[in-house]
């Protein structure tokens, strides 16, 4: 009978946050893959686990999943996790997840802590609808891709970034979102955690006069569907009445349709989109 994978939440700064069934399940599985065993050892001595452990990370993520996947259908019960957080979240624990799916291995989320959920709950911005974006990515081509996605996101946004690289993405992200609302969340959960509502002006400021420390998390304001319609009208009213007609038009609506349509594109009624065509 093959084993189970348990993905296991870590702490992601205060101990106290490890839950009892992350704890059991970390002392009765065969093996922890850790994303790095000497950051782990910390935490399994601290609660005197004794379970062995292997490196799984970044740069092992597939070889590594084939052969863990080998020992799972071997029997072996395997806990996976991070150096902080869920696995699965913004690191290599998507992969091994994805190859145990396709080799028939049963596996399951032991609940806890999450940075990004951590950071929205407290950000004091709209929570029912969130965009995760983690890191973005370095390649020049696909960040400045995600970057115009982010610019039109209507749900809040989460974007993870470490110290050094902190005032570049603010500047960039200002540059692409305006000026928005957003909230600056760092050290969650240990001695200095702090989270600021501000804005992008505002806190490129203070991080052009002080240094940026710690692990940083960006809850941002996304645009509100609003300001998308008028941003949409604005767009639509650069067109006369008739060029806008003819775009429509000329993709075969009826002209019923098409005066319909104008109207709705441009917040007037029928009857303003008739009279100025008459005229």
């Known amino acids: 009978m093959a084993g189970k994978l348990y993905l296991c939440a870590t702490p992601i700064g205060n101990l106290e946050d490890i839950t009892f069934r992350v704890l059991r399940t970390l002392k009765e599985v065969d093996l ?69 799916y396709e080799n028939g291995i049963e596996v399951t989320s032991l609940p806890g802590p999450a940075a990004c959920i951590t950071a929205l709950t407290m950000s004091g911005l709209p929570t029912r609808r969130f965009a995760f974006e983690a890191f973005l990515p370095r390649d020049k081509k696909e960040r400045a891709r995600v970057l115009e996605e982010l610019a039109q996101e209507s749900r809040t946004m989460i974007v993870y970034e470490a110290p050094h690289h902190l005032l570049k993405t603010l500047k960039e992200l200002y540059e ?18 702090n989270a600021t509502k501000t804005t992008f002006e505002d806190v490129i400021r203070f991080y052009e006069d002080n240094e940026p420390k710690g692990e940083y998390v960006l809850v941002i304001s996304g645009k509100t569907f609003e300001t998308k319609e008028q941003e949409a009208r604005e767009a639509w009213e650069s067109l006369s009445v008739e060029e806008h007609m003819a775009h429509y038009e000329a993709s075969g609506m009826e002209r019923k349709e098409a005066m319909k349509q104008v109207a709705k594109d441009r917040g007037i009624s029928k009857r303003d989109v008739y009279q100025a065509l008459l005229k």
Do not use: W
């Not at 692409?176 to 955690?193: A, D, I, S």
């Open 176 to 193: 692409v979102l305006g000026n928005r609302e957003l909230t600056v969340c760092k050290e969650l959960t240990k001695r200095y955690e």
């Open 32 to 100: 922890i893959a850790a994303e790095d065993t000497r950051n782990s050892i910390k935490l399994l001595n601290h609660f005197e686990i004794k379970t062995p452990m292997t490196s799984y990370h970044e740069y092992n993520k597939i070889e590594k999943a084939y052969k863990l996947v080998e020992k799972l259908q071997e029997g072996k019960n395997i806990a996976l996790i991070t150096d902080a957080g869920t696995p699965g979240i913004s690191d290599p624990g998507e992969e091994l997840v994805r190859i145990c």
